[in-house]
């Protein structure tokens, strides 16, 4: 993880997504869950996600790709949950992340963000259900574990997991991680590594 890493593009429509290639990862999470902070910590690569995506913006995916390509692909699903989203853009997210979904062979997992301080939102439980639909493989990553005590977060943890152990397409232990204080972040390269390596 550690070389440098491009932006390939961004995709508004499938028509544009480029060809698959080795393995493939995404991230999806509410708007301002932390998801550019983690991508950028991840990747090591400050700057590479653009924080704070403003919300009404066209919705893309953003794919990055190590510049020497070890077959690794990360895609930024774009935000959703804002509060006064239009009914319209909450169907457009649905429709581009479901064709997605559905049609790259080699997405290996979607990394679904919670922010510690929230929980499961009804929103979040709205995309777990779309991810279960399309079979996608999701993996539960809390955020700003850092905002949190330690007790509260093993109770959220516990509580998270309850909740997700009957849905389908859910991997059953979640990583807490804080960009800030660089915590659960090797956890979360080793989650990838042995998905790239199995
Ligand atoms: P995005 O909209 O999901 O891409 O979220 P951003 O990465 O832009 O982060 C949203 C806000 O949360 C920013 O003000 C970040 O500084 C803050 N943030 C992100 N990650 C962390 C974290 O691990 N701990 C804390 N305390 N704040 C964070």
């Known amino acids: ?9 961004g995709v508004p429509n499938m028509d544009v997504l480029p060809p698959a290639e080795g393995l493939e990862i995404a991230f999806a999470g509410r708007s301002n869950v932390g998801k550019s902070s ?27 790709r190590p510049d020497d390509a070890d077959g690794l692909t990360v895609v930024d699903m774009p935000g959703y949950g804002y509060a006064k989203a239009p009914k319209a853009q909450v169907a457009a997210w649905n429709a581009l992340v479901f064709s997605y979904l559905r ?46 005590g330690s007790r509260a977060l093993t109770d959220l943890i516990a509580d998270t997991a309850k909740r997700i152990v009957r849905r389908p397409a859910a991997y059953p232990t979640l990583i807490a991680t804080s960009s800030e204080k660089y915590r659960g972040i090797d956890e979360l390269r080793a989650a990838i590594w042995t998905l790239m390596h199995e």
Not at 121 to 148: F, H
């Open 38 to 64: 983690l991508i950028n910590a991840l990747t090591g690569q400050g700057g590479l996600a653009r924080t704070s995506n403003t919300p009404g913006r066209t919705q893309e995916l953003n794919l990055f």
């Open 1 to 9: 993880f550690a070389r440098p890493w491009s932006f390939v593009r």
């Open 103 to 148: 049609g790259r062979p080699n997405l290996r997992r979607v990394y679904v963000l919670i922010d510690a301080r929230h929980g499961l939102k009804a929103n979040d439980e709205d995309v777990l259900s779309l991810l279960d639909k399309a079979a996608a493989s999701y993996q539960i990553v809390l955020t700003k574990a850092d905002k949190i």
